[in-house]
């Protein structure tokens, strides 16, 4: 019986240290193929440069065990590992960018506080009164 568990133990370990067999979260339901895989993989990493970063998360989360597992898909993991630390970058810009207006606001930025916000364009148009 102890050297029936060593076996399934051994056989446990040594499959979670050779990684994943898939690198997508669906399994063999997604793509398959690492060629396929690859050229996604690419896709969503290059996109997120055109003003899409929510790609890139897409990305880390769609290719999560190439993520997790950094000796399996020696070839997907650069764009998945660029795409992570680009999402992290832009979400840091963007929370940052929000919330210095959100707690600043008009007591930092002083007289420059009109021509900033968006709230008051009506009143700078005329657009108010129907009079």
């Not at 240290?17 to 895989?37: R, S, Y």
């Not at 896709?43 to 997790?68: D, E, I, Q, S």
């Not at 950094?70 to 630390?85: D, E, H, K, N, Q």
């Not at 959100?102 to 005329?126: P, R, T």
Request: negative net charge.
């Amino acid at each position: 019986m102890e050297r029936l568990q060593n076996q399934n133990s051994n056989a446990s370990t040594s499959s979670s240290i050779t990684g994943p067999v898939w690198p997508t979260i669906d399994g063999a339901l997604g793509l398959t193929e690492e060629e396929e895989a690859l050229t996604y993989a690419r896709r969503f990493y290059k996109f997120g440069f055109c003003l899409l970063p929510w790609l890139w998360a897409v990305n880390c989360f769609y290719f999560w065990p190439v993520l997790l597992h950094s000796s399996s898909f020696p070839r997907i993991r650069p764009y998945v590992v660029g795409s992570a630390i680009g999402f992290v970058i832009f979400t840091t810009v963007l929370s940052a960018w929000a919330l210095t207006f959100a707690i600043g606001g008009e007591s930092l930025f002083g007289s420059a506080w009109d021509d900033l916000v968006m709230y008051n364009v009506a009143e700078k148009l005329g657009l108010v009164g129907w009079t």
